[in-house]
């Protein structure tokens, strides 16, 4: 009903009244005052001044019919034309059709305003259908990482009500579904601070703190993880000063941390550097793990991937995203060199001041 409403609120005809009432005034007025000028210098005889004004008067009628008629088709091609297009679009839009585009029929820098607006309707359109296409691909990707940890949940949980299942069964199968409200939590976890990080409802509290000795304090946190792979660490670590959020930073230092124990074989190795330059702090994660394809290492940041499918089941595909976002948020950089069977490494560089 409203599309409708708003058709006919835009559709005119050629000829308007209004239109014509209009320029009908405007040009009497015009021609009277120059009549008035005109014949207030000739001595003309009444009867002629008469018959010029009638004839006059027709003519002013036949100009405005005229120009009412042209403004008529004038304002059909160049208003309502594209006004009806850029309504049909929207309304298009809003039902959920992101493929919609309109037809740019000119160049924007020699268009009107009209072909701005359709210039930042497409794009518009288009960022859309690039959000709906991730939006998409986000709630399958976390609808199938969240029904993976539940099934495992699930099937454990039925076993465990077999009443002559074994002690050690009963202990196996209750440690492997508290693994998975683990994986569980994590991810919720995880969803949640990517989303934060994302719509920027977290700040940076920026405060200067000691890189090195936060980077000391992370690598004690997973002293156990490390340990428990009989992994040697290489430690080259300076004391660098930086103005960052080290809540922000902890993300990302963990992540990479744990990701480098994750993916290197027992007995491997994990070093990990930072240096200062003039400008930045350059922290280096290597590993001596599976290493990665130039495939996966171009799309390691991205949500839910996972470039090993063998070791997914450690993890969500979340970390690296988050890694990035943080880094995004405070100004630095980040890149990986990896190559498979070799290892990967991860170099981090952070402004020393903001």
Known sequence: MSEGFNKRKIGRSLFSLR??????LLIAFVVTVCFLLFFNFLDIREEDVHNAAILTFGNVLLLSFLGATFDGIRHKYTVEKPVRQILDATQRLTRGDFSVRIEQPRDVRRGNEFDVIIADFNKMAEELSGIETLRTDFISSVSHELKTPLAVMQNYATMLQAL?????????????????????SELITNILRLNKLENQTIFPDVVRHN??????????????????KNLELEIDIDDVMVEADAELLTIVWNNLLSNAIKFTDKGGTIGI???????????????????????????????????????????????????????DIVGGEISVQSALGVGSTFTVRLPKSV
């Open 19 to 24: 239109r014509y009432i209009i320029f009908f």
């Open 273 to 327: 550097t930072v240096k200062e330059n003039e400008q930045w702090a350059i922290v280096s994660i290597r590993d001596t793990g599976c290493g990665m394809s130039v495939e996966t290492g171009q799309r390691i940041f991205e949500k839910f991937y996972q470039g090993d499918s063998s070791r997914s089941s450690q993890g969500n595909g979340l970390g690296l995203a988050l890694v990035k976002r943080v880094i």
């Open 164 to 184: 002559d299942l074994p002690e050690e069964k009963r202990v196996e199968y209750a440690r492997s579904i508290a693994e998975g409200s683990r994986r569980l």
């Open 211 to 228: 890189l090195g000795e936060q980077l000391r304090e992370c690598i004690l946190a997973v002293e156990d993880l490390w340990e428990a």
